[in-house]
């Protein structure tokens, strides 16, 4: 890998460590991806983003790219695979990182397609030093300074990107390749704490819209879900008449987007993956028959998303019986809880 000369600054600061990478085909809600777990480059085996004695400088990682490492991967089994890159310990270099995940669209032979323009206002509005991640398809940012505060900042958005910031117990992995015009690592103090808050609040708004759903669609209310044979109409009209969420169901189909039509596509979905038994074509049919269809909906990229979206974590849920409903509950707060997330009570 090639050092850009706008991060020169830290080539011999002992801030680097390599990393492998494994496919793991359940990442991206099962559309598979890359983990990129952390090497040490004196011993060629397991790395760390919080032990400094596992760190090195650029030029001693860069030297151990190709060659064959060994991990404990998920503290299953020994890996070995080349070492294919470095990485920067962020909170060791005093950097806050700021991740776009999937705010670049290539074609089939890698040529850019796409890009998010919501993510790109924002990377033209930090001007810190910015490259295109290691898949081509997602942009990193490095900024000194710290996140304004501890709690998790990370959104997924309803085009598919997702963003977040990190700024300790993390490491990037560097391509080398800035944007074109891109300067030196900048401190942005104001900058990340108007995105900080950014995120956090559409955060907040996409749990108080999951809650809403949730509400509608949990046991209760008037009238059964889908029955075998029973048609479009009949369901739609069952749908209409349900106590708890009638209403904004059919505001929904008819075409009521709240000024954001992305979130009310992704809202008619989380309904219809309910009363369709999490049945991903009839959804689509259905979805189709309302007001909210557009040409959008013809994107497969954007449709088969927001239908993952709504079916994320529901293939099982529904058939649960009460006890294995409340286990399931607990179990998710749990691992929220240790991941530092808090969606509030529902």
């Given at each position: 890998?090639?050092?850009?000369e706008?991060?020169?600054?830290?080539?011999?600061?002992?801030?680097?460590?390599?990393?492998?990478?494994?496919?793991?085909?359940?990442?991206?809600?099962?559309?598979?991806?890359?983990?990129?777990?952390?090497?040490?480059?004196?011993t060629?085996?397991?790395?760390s983003?919080?032990?400094?004695?596992?760190?090195?400088?650029?030029d001693?990682?860069?030297?151990?790219i190709?060659?064959?490492?060994?991990i404990?991967?998920?503290?299953k089994?020994?890996?070995?695979?080349?070492?294919?890159?470095?990485?920067?310990?962020?909170?060791a270099a005093?950097?806050?990182g700021?991740?776009?995940?999937?705010?670049?669209r290539?074609?089939s032979?890698?040529?850019?397609?796409?890009?998010?323009?919501?993510?790109?206002?924002?990377w033209?509005?930090?001007?810190?030093?910015?490259?295109?991640?290691?898949?081509?398809?997602?942009?990193?940012i490095?900024?000194?300074?710290?996140?304004?505060s501890?709690?998790?900042?990370?959104?997924?958005?309803d085009?598919?990107?997702?963003?977040?910031?990190?700024?300790?117990?993390?490491?990037?992995?560097?391509?080398?390749?800035?944007?074109?015009?891109?300067g030196?690592?900048?401190?942005r103090?104001?900058?990340?704490?108007?995105?900080?808050?950014?995120?956090?609040?559409?955060r907040?708004?996409?749990?108080?819209?999951?809650s809403?759903?949730?509400?509608?669609?949990s046991?209760?209310?008037?009238?059964?879900?889908?029955?075998?044979?029973?048609?479009?109409?009949?369901?739609?009209?069952?749908?209409?008449?349900?106590?708890?969420?009638?209403?904004?169901?059919?505001?929904?189909?008819?075409?009521?987007?709240?000024?954001?039509?992305?979130?009310?596509?992704?809202?008619?979905?989380?309904?219809l993956?309910?009363?369709?038994?999490?049945?991903?074509?009839?959804?689509?049919?259905?979805f189709?028959?309302?007001?909210?269809?557009?040409k959008?909906?013809?994107?497969?990229?954007?449709?088969?998303h927001?239908?993952?979206?709504?079916?994320?974590?529901?293939?099982?849920?529904?058939?649960?019986t009460?006890?294995?409903?409340?286990?399931?509950?607990?179990?998710?707060?749990?691992?929220?809880?240790?991941?530092?997330?808090?969606?509030?009570?529902?």
């Open positions: 890998m090639q050092l850009p706008q991060l020169e600054e830290l080539r011999d600061q002992k801030v680097w460590l390599n990393y492998v990478t494994i496919y793991n085909e359940r990442k991206h809600g099962g559309a598979g991806g890359y983990d990129k777990p952390p090497v040490n480059p004196y060629l085996r397991d790395g983003s919080t032990d400094s004695s596992r760190w090195a400088t650029f001693e990682c860069n030297d151990q190709g060659k064959s490492a060994t404990y991967y998920k503290n089994e020994h890996v070995t695979s080349p070492v294919a890159g470095v990485g920067l310990v962020l909170e005093g950097i806050l700021i991740d776009f995940d999937s705010v670049i290539l074609d032979d890698g040529k850019v397609i796409g890009i998010a323009k919501e993510a790109q206002k924002i033209q509005y930090v001007n810190s030093y910015t490259e295109v991640s290691i898949s081509g398809t997602g942009v990193h490095l900024v000194y300074g710290k996140k304004p501890s709690e998790v900042c990370r959104v997924e958005n085009d598919g990107t997702e963003y977040e910031i990190y700024d300790s117990g993390r490491y990037f992995t560097l391509s080398g390749k800035p944007l074109t015009g891109c030196k690592i900048e401190r103090d104001d900058e990340v704490r108007k995105l900080y808050d950014f995120i956090l609040d559409r907040q708004k996409q749990a108080a819209a999951r809403s759903v949730a509400s509608c669609t046991s209760g209310g008037n009238g059964e879900r889908i029955v075998p044979d029973e048609d479009d109409r009949a369901l739609w009209e069952k749908m209409f008449n349900n106590t708890r969420c009638g209403s904004q169901i059919r505001a929904l189909y008819d075409g009521d987007t709240g000024g954001d039509h992305s979130r009310a596509d992704l809202a008619l979905c989380n309904h993956a309910y009363w369709t038994n999490n049945d991903p074509e009839r959804m689509d049919r259905m189709r028959q309302s007001a909210l269809m557009r959008k909906w013809e994107r497969p990229d954007y449709r088969e927001t239908i993952g979206l709504a079916l994320k974590g529901k293939s099982t849920y529904h058939d649960f009460p006890e294995q409903k409340k286990a399931y509950a607990q179990k998710k707060e749990q691992e929220e809880r240790k991941r530092g997330i808090s969606y509030g009570k529902h």
